[in-house]
């Protein structure tokens, strides 16, 4: 049995939607979105996004579909970009 599972996550590096099984404190399989596997918990992620701690936070939100794509050349204006875009945000976005 597996010990969590995530259904339907975006993932960080490609944007695909993926099922993420995991047992033990690690993750044991990635897969195409499918069938139901018995765990003892899960989400049903919805497309959300699906990202590694933030530990290695080096991670482009724009090539995900997560925020739109920019020119930014730099870090401070990718924040600035960033910011202006999530401002309106509602909790539930």
Request: proline share 1%; no cysteine; net charge negative.
């Given at each position: 049995?597996?010990d969590?599972?995530v259904?339907?996550?975006r993932?960080?590096?490609?944007?695909?939607?993926?099922?993420?099984l995991?047992?033990?404190?690690?993750i044991?399989?990635?897969r195409s979105p499918g069938?139901?596997?018995?765990?003892?918990d899960?989400?049903d992620?919805?497309?959300?996004?699906?990202?590694?701690?933030?530990?290695?936070?080096?991670t482009h939100?724009d090539t995900?579909?997560?925020?739109p794509?920019s020119e930014?050349?730099t870090?401070?204006?990718?924040?600035k970009?960033?910011?202006?875009?999530?401002k309106d945000f509602?909790?539930d976005?």
């Open positions: 049995m597996i969590f599972a259904y339907k996550a993932l960080a590096d490609s944007g695909d939607l993926a099922d993420v995991i047992k033990e404190g690690k044991i399989e990635i069938s139901v596997v018995e765990a003892r899960f989400i992620a919805k497309g959300a996004l699906l990202s590694s701690g933030f530990v290695d936070s080096h939100l995900t579909d997560v925020i794509a930014s050349t870090l401070d204006l990718a924040i970009d960033y910011s202006n875009y999530v509602t909790p976005e």
